[in-house]
């Protein structure tokens, strides 16, 4: 623990070592060392972690990143996940739904005037026409359905 502090500062070691009352030789050595069984299968789970995270958009927590995990055959905790995704600072974003907003009565515009009347019968082609629009979901996205339709037909 005192050694990694040691390497993240840009302070002088021989200073730093003496003040966490650590050996030089002792910090230099630490450096030599290979990583150890554990942060190399930390190293290992983070990419996966780091993967999947991407791969749901960043909307899946620990829990879901866990389930992941756990149906390719890997053996590991949620804590241990929750602790990998927090110092990642990986933080699933929660999805927000939306619903487009249709209609919108509280306005200061003028209103278009009833020109029919409830009279829905047309003399001829053209001469009354309808339109309407929708809003749909369609593939996770919303699309504009607009329709016109001509009354005499």
Not at 45 to 70: M, P, T, V
Not at 74 to 92: G, I, P, Q, T
Request: aromatic residues 12%.
């Amino acid at each position: 623990m005192k050694y990694t502090y040691i390497e993240k500062n840009h302070f002088p070691v021989e200073k730093i070592c003496k003040i966490l009352n650590v050996s030089k030789s002792g910090y230099y050595d630490w450096l030599k060392r290979e990583d150890n069984k554990r942060e190399k299968s930390n190293q290992e789970l983070d990419k996966r972690i780091r993967y999947l995270f991407e791969e749901h958009e960043g909307r899946s927590g620990y829990l879901r990143i866990h389930q992941d995990l756990q149906s390719e055959g890997l053996s590991v905790s949620k804590n241990r996940v929750y602790r990998r995704m927090r110092k990642m600072c990986l933080k699933a974003d929660r999805k927000r739904s939306f619903r487009p907003v249709t209609t919108d009565s509280n306005h200061k515009l003028p209103v278009a005037p009833n020109l029919l009347n409830q009279d829905f019968k047309s003399s001829g082609l053209n001469k009354i026409w309808l339109s309407d629009i929708t809003y749909m979901p369609i593939a996770g996205k919303w699309a504009y359905l607009f329709a016109i339709k001509d009354l005499f037909n």
